[in-house]
């Protein structure tokens, strides 16, 4: 056996032993409750800061979080269209508590989601990024305890939205002229 199924197995076999597990892990792995709660602080980060500085700052981070998910989906769906991996519930009985998504397992697109802007926001904010980690990490351990993904698939998620958001933040410079252009324009508009 290979340690992806045990993992997986470990992590699946917490679903239908507790109705109110169950209903957590359905709340955390659907396509709403934690991407739109990651994507409401992305809206708090915008408007905070202390100093002109730090919301400047701020709202770098959030620009370079959508700059990285871009790219997070462009690498994900790329690989998707070489490489397609069936869910566990395809080959295996498991306890599955959400929908069968039909595409590819590998890799986890709401953990790369999660994980590109979590790793962002970290660059400019390690507080706001601790807490971004945390919510992804939380959406792909319940997307694989509720048995749609494979532990492979969440951290290969994970490593594609850390790399995309690396990429954006510290390798593609351009986008640091492009990010004060935008802020400016905005506080212009009074949306800054």
Not at 128 to 152: D, F
Not at 168 to 185: C, G, M, N, S
């Amino acid at each position: 056996m290979s340690i992806d199924w045990t993992l997986f197995e470990l992590c699946n076999g917490l679903a239908g032993r507790s109705p109110t597990l169950d209903a957590v892990i359905r709340v955390l792995m659907n396509d709403y409750a934690l991407t739109t709660a990651l994507v409401l602080l992305l809206f708090g980060l915008w408007f905070t800061g202390k100093s002109r500085t730090i919301r400047e700052q701020n709202q770098r981070a959030v620009l370079s979080a959508i700059a990285s998910m871009l790219l997070g989906n462009l690498f994900v769906k790329a690989l998707n269209l070489v490489f397609y991996r069936p869910r566990p519930f395809a080959d295996h009985t498991v306890t599955l508590l959400f929908y069968r998504p039909s595409d590819s397992s590998f890799p986890s697109n709401p953990t790369s989601i999660g994980f590109c802007i979590a790793t962002s926001v970290w660059w400019f904010n390690r507080k706001m990024g601790l807490v971004l980690y945390v919510l992804a990490s939380l959406l792909g351990l319940a997307r694989l305890c509720g048995g749609v993904h494979y532990p492979s698939d969440i951290l290969g998620g994970a490593l594609i939205g850390m790399f995309s958001a690396y990429l954006v933040v510290k390798r593609i410079h351009f986008v640091d002229y492009l990010w004060t252009v935008i802020i400016r324009q905005m506080r212009r508009l009074l949306l800054a």
